[in-house]
């Protein structure tokens, strides 16, 4: 699956404390993504990046952080986790072909808030 | 923004019926995909669609995509317990940057 891992794979925290989820891929590809999953609301777009240094916010932003300082690594940081962020967040890559964009996405970070 | 609809939002079927989910969208599309997410998984690709009217088949999976290009289906004959998962599309946003993904279908096969 494009070589992308995800780390912590499953998190508890307390509410008001930093958390930061790590993304990872092998092959060098440029756009990442972090997306959040909740039931009825399909994947949400929290932040993207489209280079090393590059990143800009989605529909879903506040109160999340990004930082690519590799191309290789993509890091979401909650500031100050709250319950309503308790979630599955994926990270996907994007992959460009011909007229074609397709996301692969990595195995996922479960996160529970308390 | 952009936004799509999904439905039906649960399914349940007997394994062997067919099964069919939509995506429905205001807004004329230039392109539109679908992803498969098992329990537990993670959302994988299936197929995209960009032209009017557009069929597309991977064995016992019809994709459809609406003259109008503002709709799409999936459709899938004599179900299996393979089947089993979360059929989510995906579109284009206004901005033609990034991926708007629909609430999803989530199909359940009783053997």
């Known amino acids: 699956d494009a070589g992308i891992t995800q780390s912590p794979r499953h998190k508890v925290t307390e509410t008001g404390t930093p958390v930061t989820l790590r993304c990872h891929q092998t092959?060098?590809?440029?756009?990442m993504y972090w997306y959040r999953q909740d039931p009825g609301h399909g994947l949400r777009l929290i932040h993207y990046s489209y280079g090393v240094k590059d990143t800009d916010k989605g529909e879903v932003s506040d109160g999340y952080s990004v930082s690519r300082s590799k191309t290789e690594d993509f890091l979401l940081t909650l500031e100050s986790a709250t319950s309503s962020q308790t979630s599955v967040y994926f990270c996907?890559?994007?992959?460009?072909?011909?007229?074609?964009?397709?996301?692969?996405f990595g195995p996922g970070t479960r996160l529970l808030v308390l | 923004g952009q936004q799509v609809m999904q439905i039906p939002q649960y399914q349940h079927v007997q394994e062997g019926e067919d099964f069919t989910t939509y995506c429905n969208s205001s807004?004329?599309?230039?392109?539109i995909q679908w992803y498969k997410q098992r329990p537990g998984g993670h959302p994988v690709f299936l197929i995209q669609l960009v032209k009017s009217g557009e069929v597309k088949k991977q064995k016992r999976l019809t994709f459809q995509f609406g003259e109008a290009k503002k709709n799409s289906s999936l459709h899938i004959t004599a179900t299996q317990t393979t089947d089993v998962g979360t059929y989510f599309c995906a579109v284009t946003d206004n901005y033609g940057q990034n991926f708007v993904f629909g609430p999803g279908t989530r199909l359940s096969v009783l053997p």
């Open positions: 996907a890559i994007s992959v460009r072909a011909d007229t074609q964009e397709t996301q692969y």
């Open positions: 807004t004329t599309l230039s392109n």
């Open positions: 092959e060098n590809h440029r756009y």
